[in-house]
């Protein structure tokens, strides 16, 4: 053969190569080849979740096999406290290295993520990507959808999902042929009529610890009466008066009807006065619900009622917690991200939660509908709490709470003062104009004046 028919037999050979190495030629957007199983298409990726500890991620920590072997995508977990997975994902965001792929997202963090562009829209793929057996966008709350929604487009899959609640011990209000409670007014005039009736019993509860852990409860009682912490332009009124009619009315109930220690309550020690029969009422969140309800934390469990209460101004009293998942900006690995999320709100991992797990305010609107959840709350006798929780989870109103990523700052500053005010150190007006003092200045130190 001769140098001409060589370097042709060598050039055939190369092409030959170079096709079999290309394949269809069909690639991912993240470098894997697709196959007939979508689910397969990033088969080999390594997908890096970053997580806040909690039981809404105890499904993804006992089921995420389950995921691997279905799309061959393989999950490293990554599970810490709050303010340590925040640290981590801004560290992460802040670099664009793309360490994680998905993060959890507190509500109260998500318009900073937003803004600073830190995380993934997803209406195209819930749009156009959409897994039909694990996504069905009608099973998640519109509302909680909405939570984490910005410029028309939204960010995350809420996978925990808590609204304002207010509970009341159902044997004793029928001992005494009271109605349930359903507005502020109606607690008022219970609570001394409790303290006559039932004189060993606390007739309510809740948080006073001076931290911004309990600033939820008095702004989410406070939007019942018309008022806001900050407006829309960031403006405090902190001392409206509005405001100071609904800290008084709240500050006066815990003060002369509530326990001994109610300045120094938290979420566990509010709760733990219902939980051992001590108190009567309680207004919090709809996680209590579960916890009330399970003879192994509770010795009332059976004996609750549930009520979701508005205030003068007709509005819902709320106390909204929501986290969700969303994936990294700077992910590499964005589609296979994408099926990770769908997994884990899927109606088959979220039928586990509740069937395997217990897990009573599941994320998804067709298991609370599924026969499954009507027998597994008869059997747990909590019908009237999962009866009330969609209707809580829909009136959940996040425009009361103070987005901005001082909050915590601002928390502390406001709740000092009110705890004090709980104490009898100061009174409501004295503390609110100290609260609208100290928010002014840490507002313009933050650059907002």
């Not at 004189?199 to 406070?222: E, Q, V």
């Not at 001994?260 to 939980?275: I, T, Y």
Request: some cysteine.
């Amino acid at each position: 053969m001769g140098h001409r028919g060589m370097l042709w037999v060598l050039a055939i050979l190369l092409s030959a190569v170079l096709l079999a190495g290309c394949g269809d030629g069909s690639k991912s957007n993240e470098g894997k080849q697709t196959t007939k199983d979508p689910r397969r298409a990033y088969e080999g990726t390594t997908l890096h979740v970053l997580l806040k500890e909690g039981y809404e991620i105890n499904v993804i920590q006992k089921y995420v096999q389950e995921f691997e072997k279905a799309t061959g995508i393989k999950v490293q977990l990554e599970v810490y406290d709050e303010p340590t997975t925040r640290q981590k994902y801004i560290l992460d965001a802040t670099s664009k290295t793309g360490a994680y792929d998905v993060t959890a997202v507190s509500f109260w963090y998500f318009p900073e993520y937003q803004r600073n562009g830190w995380v993934e829209p997803l209406d195209d793929y819930m749009a156009n990507k959409a897994d039909k057996d694990w996504f069905h966008k009608e099973d998640i709350p519109q509302s909680a959808l909405d939570v984490f929604a910005a410029e028309g487009k939204h960010y995350a899959m809420p996978h925990t999902i808590i609204s304002g609640m207010t509970t009341y011990r159902k044997d004793i209000f029928e001992k005494h042929h009271l109605n349930p409670p359903q507005t502020t007014d109606d607690i008022i005039a219970l609570a001394p009529k409790l303290k006559q009736l039932e004189p060993n019993m606390i007739p309510i509860t809740g948080r006073g610890a001076p931290n911004f852990a309990s600033m939820g409860t008095y702004l989410g009682w406070a939007w019942g009466y018309g008022a806001q912490l900050l407006d829309d332009k960031i403006e405090p009124h902190a001392n409206s008066p509005e405001m100071v009619k609904a800290i008084t009315d709240y500050v006066n109930l815990l003060k002369n009807y509530g326990p001994a220690d109610a300045p120094s309550l938290n979420f566990v020690a509010a709760g733990e006065k219902m939980q051992s029969g001590q108190a009567v009422m309680m207004f919090d969140t709809t996680g209590w619900g579960t916890i009330l309800e399970d003879p192994t934390q509770s010795k009332v469990n059976g004996k609750i009622g549930y009520t979701i209460v508005k205030g003068p101004a007709g509005r819902p009293l709320q106390w909204i917690y929501m986290e969700g998942l969303a994936i990294n900006s700077a992910s590499k690995n964005k589609d296979a991200a994408w099926l990770f999320l769908q997994w884990r709100m899927s109606r088959e991992t979220t039928m586990k939660e509740l069937t395997q797990l217990g897990r009573t305010d599941v994320p998804n609107l067709f298991v609370l509908n599924s026969p499954e959840y009507k027998k597994f709350a008869e059997e747990k006798k909590i019908t009237a709490y999962t009866q009330l929780l969609p209707e809580a989870w829909k009136m959940a109103d996040i425009k009361y709470w103070p987005f901005v990523p001082e909050f915590a700052e601002i928390g502390d500053a406001f709740m000092a003062e009110v705890s004090a005010a709980i104490a009898g150190k100061q009174d409501v007006p004295t503390a609110l104009n100290k609260a609208q003092a100290k928010i002014e200045d840490i507002l313009k130190k933050a650059g907002y004046k």
